[in-house]
């Protein structure tokens, strides 16, 4: 079974400061790993996907299939970086997206 | 082009009632999926449907259900309703041609609150 586990429900760093949310998953398979963020008062979207190797508002997150895990980081955390932040996981070539709890990052002036 | 439009933003019903949920995916995407947000389980998938079959189904009881007409728009339908389906019901279409990397786009949810 897919399984996406976010250790950290609340994160709270200055601006300027480094970010890592983390994320572990379980899956036996090929996942696709994500990350998708919520601001205030928003829908929820797309950030990132670990396919595409991009880098997002300066985001990155790599794959490490040793240690299953996906965590977003950040050098230099901004204000308007603040929002819910989840990783998600489906199946290859699937839809079936499953979510891990979320992390509410705050970013400290 | 316009986003994923879901109705009834907010609704309340009574337990045991049903409810149908509509959504309405963006123009040429023909995957539509569901989830259920609470602040206890957080988002959790419900099914995906594609070309009018269930091509997913999470773990939930059959009181939950939804179905896709030809022009992609769908609908889910929980009947009997009990307090814990107290909820934000998340609507998402996507591609959906196979390729996973197809990006999901999420609506602003239909609130549901049972009493």
């Known amino acids: 079974a897919q399984r996406v586990t976010q250790p950290e429900k609340l994160l709270s760093v200055f601006k300027g400061a480094p970010v890592e949310l983390k994320c572990n998953y379980s899956y036996s398979g090929s996942p696709e790993l994500f990350w998708y963020v919520q601001y205030s008062r928003q829908r929820l979207q797309l950030l990132l996907r670990?396919?595409s190797r991009e880098s997002i508002k300066g985001f990155t997150a790599d794959l490490n299939k040793g240690e299953t895990s996906f965590h977003l980081k950040k050098p230099f955390a901004q204000e308007e970086d603040s929002a819910m932040y989840y990783c998600?996981?489906?199946?290859?070539?699937?839809?079936?997206?499953?979510f891990g709890a979320g992390t509410r990052l705050t970013v400290k002036p | 082009k316009a986003g994923v439009t879901q109705t009834p933003r907010y609704l309340i019903k009574t337990r045991g009632q049903q409810v149908t949920l509509s959504c309405s995916p963006i123009?040429?995407?023909?995957?539509v999926s569901w989830y259920q947000q609470t602040p206890g389980q957080g988002l959790q998938f419900l099914f995906e449907y594609f070309s009018e079959t269930q091509r997913n189904k999470g773990n939930f009881p059959g009181r939950f259900s939804g179905r896709q007409f030809s022009n992609s728009r769908s609908e889910m339908n929980v009947s009997t309703l009990e307090l814990g389906d107290s909820a934000l019901y998340l609507c998402?279409?996507?591609?959906?041609?196979?390729?996973?990397?197809?990006?999901?786009?999420f609506g602003e949810g239909s609130w549901l609150t049972v009493v």
């Open positions: 998402a279409s996507s591609l959906g041609n196979g390729y996973s990397g197809n990006t999901i786009y």
């Open positions: 670990h396919i």
């Open positions: 123009s040429g995407h023909r995957s």
């Open positions: 998600a996981l489906s199946r290859y070539n699937n839809n079936d997206m499953r």
